[in-house]
T-cell receptor, first 112, second 114 residues
Framework: DAKTTQPTSMDCAEGRAANLPCNHS???????VYWYRQIHSQGPQYIIH???NNETNEMASLIITEDRKSSTLILPHATLRDTAVYYC?????????????FGKGITLSVRP | EPEVTQTPSHQVTQMGQEVILRCVPI?????FYWYRQILGQKVEFLVS????????KSEIFDDQFSVERPDGSNFTLKIRSTKLEDSAMYFC????????????FGPGTRLTVT
């Protein structure tokens, strides 16, 4: 699986959009971008995934650049409960057996 | 909303003892996983399981570890002879398969080996 690079940490104000960047310059054509988050030692939580088109669900939006070498997870209206470690994972979509390889992620702190 | 459950939430054991960590995956899911996270470190893959056999395992998953799906609902991780370095959070995850590959994680079991 391709390697990802994320900043160590960032913060944003409650109610504002949080834009979390991720670089995956070695991504290959059959690899998807996944985002998970982990709130204070709880189990990781799936957020969203995409291949090349932008994706949106009830939790977040995922913007993938045209060359697919980077992406941004957007939390449109961050709340205090969004404070967590966010993981950007690039993963081959060959089957459900495929494991997740977690990096250090980015720690998002949402301030009041 | 269905969720993955794990028991116990915290297990304390002495070095050399056997422990069994239990998980109940989401009911219509077919693929099961164990991950662990040593305090302050990354989440690490241990093993994946499908159709009653191991699909993939990491280097961490040595002969001291085993997994089992003893019935239609439980998925267990056994550590035969625990070491101090096995102290970690252990997370179970499951996924439905088919066109859905998102993994859903349980709340974890904190294993403390003394």
């Amino acid at each position: 699986d391709a390697k990802t690079t994320q900043p160590t940490s960032m913060d944003c104000a409650e109610g504002r959009a949080a834009n979390l960047p991720c670089n995956h310059s070695t991504i290959s054509g059959n690899e998807y971008v996944y985002w998970y988050r982990q709130i204070h030692s709880q189990g990781p939580q799936y957020i969203i995934h995409g291949l090349k088109n932008n994706e949106t669900n009830e939790m977040a939006s995922l913007i993938i650049t045209e060359d697919r070498k980077s992406s941004t997870l957007i939390l449109p209206h961050a709340t205090l409960r969004d404070t967590a470690v966010y993981y950007c994972i690039v993963r081959v979509y060959t089957g459900a057996n495929s494991k997740l390889t977690f990096g250090k992620g980015i720690t998002l702190s949402v301030r009041p | 909303e269905p969720e993955v459950t794990q028991t116990p939430s915290h297990q304390v054991t002495q070095m050399g003892q056997e422990v069994i960590l239990r998980c109940v995956p989401i009911s219509n899911h077919l693929y099961f996983y164990w991950y662990r996270q040593i305090l302050g470190q990354k989440v690490e893959f241990l093993v994946s399981f499908y159709n009653n056999e191991i699909s993939e395992k990491s280097e961490i998953f040595d002969d001291q570890f085993s997994v089992e799906r003893p019935d239609g609902s439980n998925f267990t991780l056994k550590i035969r002879s625990t070491k101090l370095e096995d102290s970690a959070m252990y997370f179970c995850a499951s996924t439905r398969g088919g066109s859905s590959y998102e993994q859903y994680f349980g709340p974890g079991t904190r294993l403390t080996v003394t």
